[in-house]
């Protein structure tokens, strides 16, 4: 059976940590991984007006960028995929897992 997963962050570097995870467990198991496929990064821009009084002179720009990856792999027996979702991820990347 095919599966899938999303990552999701604001940093690339735990996504790429979880993913080194995840595979060392598929290697474990004998499973076909194909990689990760990096997408491409969503950036926000937000202008903020530092004074409350309506100078507008004075701004704060800020960014906010969203980091998105994918990751496809074949598994044969679904055991090893009860402790791949009990895996202790990290706090500030979301992942789902998806049946192809």
Known sequence: ???????????IIKIQDLYNNIKETLVKNNCKSYGL???????RKFCIVKSPNGNK????????????AIFNFDAQNLKFLS??????????VLWRLIKL
Do not use: G
């Open 1 to 11: 059976m095919k599966f899938r997963i999303t990552f999701k962050s604001f940093s």
């Open 37 to 43: 496929i990096i997408l491409p990064t969503k950036i």
């Open 57 to 68: 002179d004075s701004r704060e720009y800020l960014e906010l960028h969203e980091h998105k």
């Open 83 to 92: 402790n791949l979702l009990k895996k202790e991820v990290q706090s500030d």
